[in-house]
């Protein structure tokens, strides 16, 4: 399955972005999504997660409140709506694809990657 992460821009603190991430070549709905984000020289780290359902969802306790993930299985896509964005959310966010219905946390468990988009939060 290929990944096409989009919607990243810069915005200002406060404010809100939704990013989606768009699957082709294989049926979607069987894979579990997670979204990543790696800030300038820090290690990549766990966002958000979603089962292939949309019924487990799970979330970093540093987002938790302020983003929302959801996917529809139909349009191949799921998104991160990120609200009350904070400067240290500033990263490249990337998403990823799981060959397993059960969500993870851990970036190793996830087979396939989109290319990442950035999301700048500045004034």
């Known amino acids: 399955v290929q990944l096409q992460a989009s919607g990243g821009g810069l915005v200002q603190p406060g404010g809100s972005l939704r990013v989606s991430c768009a699957a082709s070549g294989r049926t979607f709905f069987n894979y579990a999504v997670g979204w990543f984000r790696q800030a300038p020289g820090k290690e990549r780290e766990f966002v958000s997660a979603?089962?292939?359902?949309?019924?487990?969802?799970d979330y970093a306790d540093s987002v938790r409140g302020r983003f929302t993930i959801s996917r529809d299985n139909g349009r191949n896509t799921a998104y991160l709506q990120m609200n009350s964005l904070k400067p240290e959310d500033t990263a490249v966010y990337y998403c990823a694809g799981r060959r397993r219905a059960t969500i993870s946390t851990n970036a190793s468990t996830y087979d396939y990657w989109g290319q990442g988009t950035l999301v700048t939060v500045s004034s």
């Open positions: 979603i089962s292939w359902s949309g019924g487990g969802k």
